[in-house]
């Protein structure tokens, strides 16, 4: 008995997660965890974008790095120079020419050391090569594309947009979905920053006429402004503190009342930043964020806490968009928009409509059959379908899972096994009592024997959408989703709860079976 109440309990907790969604006037009575469902982009209307990462642009940041790290690396006085000459980067690979063939070996190693196993370090006499592997390059844009899905979500979270969905497509393609969204200009200003800030000290010696000729002395590049693009700075190409330290940013006000962005650093920047302070009083340093300095204030005292504030004249919405980009943090390549679509909401409200006429007209006909064909036990199963579809809505909603027009798709789908798997037990019940066994051990063996190809049929298609879900992208995984869901719920109603239901008609007697004749 213990174990029916359970089976009852559990269903009538699936149909009750159903009801906000169902009746959204009813939502406000019952807890925060249980809401509506989330409808997609192609059912609420909003906005979608495809980006790419453009990892040509970012191998060509990693080969200039390992350029810098191999010079950084052979003049290191610590540890004794190495003589070289004929230092190179061409389409990536990076070479020099080892003076005396006595220090071949002794260079590799110290290369080794510094680099690891993230470059390939050869060397034919006295030319050294480094370069990436397919398999490295490969890694890169897999580690690229991860880490730059996860600092989109953070600034499209940080937006305060709802039900947003960010997913991969492609191997280097970012698939953003934001249902509700009908303008998603300042999205895609913000997520379209790479957001890389570094901090840089003022070549002071530099001339303005040294400027306007763009002749540039080494170890120094010019730099525009972010407010004022036409006038440029001199800063040293040292990065004397990287973006990557910062800890915290925030949108504030300055004593003047002007919206300025408040950073903390964590303990190495802190000390980095410290040391900066320090060493350089009276002097300037450039705030530089995507190649364009913010502003370049001079350094009154050091400054220990390992917290600035930086000013560039923005309104405080600029405040507010840089200091998102600051926390969720630099992309580690260029994204790119390559496809932009807008759905209407009202488009939307068309497709929910027809989807709810579809749906309604399919289970009715459905519903009918059944009661045609198997009676009163017919009449119990149309239940356990309509809790079935109750349940499927119930727990997609407490798992947050996003309701799409594929999805409405999935759980029509998924109806339509549950008939199945209804009819499968109904049958062998037939043959059970053609046999000439009795109504109740008939009901018994007739759901024993069926179990089996009930569970066959039902996993198999779970393991066809948990393929699609991993596999596909968009509109596949929101019909593999309820699908998935689907499967579970039907198992649970058709196996457990339509079991529950007979016994409880039955009542421990022999009754006849309206469908079959005996």
């Avoid at 002794?106 to 397919?134: C, F, H, M, P, Q």
């Avoid at 630099?330 to 209407?344: D, F, K, M």
């Avoid at 309604?360 to 009163?376: P, S």
Wanted: proline share 4%; glycine share 10%; hydrophobic share 45%.
């Amino acid at each position: 008995m213990f174990k029916k109440l359970a089976i009852i309990f559990i269903a009538v907790f699936g149909v009750l997660l159903a009801v906000p969604t169902m009746v959204p006037s009813a939502a406000r009575y019952f807890p925060s965890w249980v809401r509506p469902i989330p409808l997609g982009l192609d059912l609420k209307g909003g906005a979608q974008l495809l980006l790419e990462v453009d990892t040509k642009t970012m191998f060509q940041e990693k080969s200039a790095q390992l350029y810098e790290e191999t010079r950084a690396a052979l003049i290191d006085r610590d540890k004794g120079v190495v003589r070289y000459s004929n230092l190179r980067n061409i389409d990536g690979t990076v070479s020099f020419v080892v003076r005396d063939s006595d220090d071949v070996s002794r260079a590799k190693g110290r290369l080794k050391s510094v680099l690891g196993n993230t470059v390939d370090i050869e060397s034919d006499g006295r030319t050294v090569t480094l370069s990436y592997s397919e398999k490295q390059r490969d890694e890169m844009v897999s580690d690229a594309l991860s880490r730059s899905i996860e600092i989109v979500r953070r600034r499209i979270d940080a937006l305060g947009t709802k039900e947003p969905s960010i997913q991969s497509q492609g191997g280097k393609y970012i698939l953003i979905q934001l249902p509700g969204v009908d303008n998603p200009e300042h999205i895609k200003e913000l997520i379209g920053q790479t957001a890389k800030m570094t901090f840089h000290l003022v070549n002071e010696g530099v001339s303005p006429t040294q400027i306007e000729t763009g002749r540039a002395p080494a170890g120094t590049e010019f730099l525009p402004y972010m407010d004022a693009p036409d006038q440029r700075i001199a800063v040293y190409n040292r990065v004397e503190v990287s973006g990557e330290s910062l800890k915290d940013s925030q949108a504030d006000f300055d004593q003047n009342n002007m919206p300025v962005v408040t950073t903390s650093f964590d303990a190495a920047g802190a000390r980095r930043f410290a040391k900066l302070t320090t060493e350089h009083v009276g002097e300037r340093f450039a705030i530089v964020l995507d190649g364009k300095v913010l502003s370049a204030p001079t350094i009154r005292e050091p400054i220990p806490g390992g917290r600035g504030q930086i000013s560039g004249g923005f309104n405080l919405q600029g405040a507010k968009d840089l200091a998102v980009l600051l926390r969720s943090g630099a992309l580690p390549a260029p994204l790119s928009v390559i496809e932009e679509r807008t759905v209407g909401a009202g488009l939307g409200a068309d497709t929910i409509a027809a989807g709810k006429i579809g749906s309604a007209v399919g289970v009715l006909f459905v519903m009918i059959f059944m009661i045609v064909f198997y009676r009163r036990f017919g009449v119990i199963a149309d239940i356990v379908l309509l809790v079935n579809l109750a349940m499927i809505i119930g727990v997609s909603a407490l798992f947050g899972a996003t309701l799409t027009l594929p999805g409405i798709a999935g759980i029509v789908l998924t109806l339509g096994m549950a008939v199945d798997a209804n009819i499968l037990p109904f049958e062998r019940i037939r043959d059970e009592v053609r046999a000439g066994s009795p109504t109740l051990r008939a009901v018994d063996n007739g759901f024993h024997r069926s179990t089996k190809t009930v569970m066959d049929g039902n996993l198999t298609n779970l393991i066809c959408s948990l393929i699609l879900f991993q596999f596909g992208a968009g509109p596949i995984r929101g019909f593999a989703v309820t699908l998935s869901i689907g499967v579970a719920t039907t198992l649970f109603t058709c196996l457990l709860l339509s079991r529950v239901l007979i016994d409880f008609y039955m009542d421990g007697r022999n009754k006849k079976i309206g469908f079959i004749k005996e």
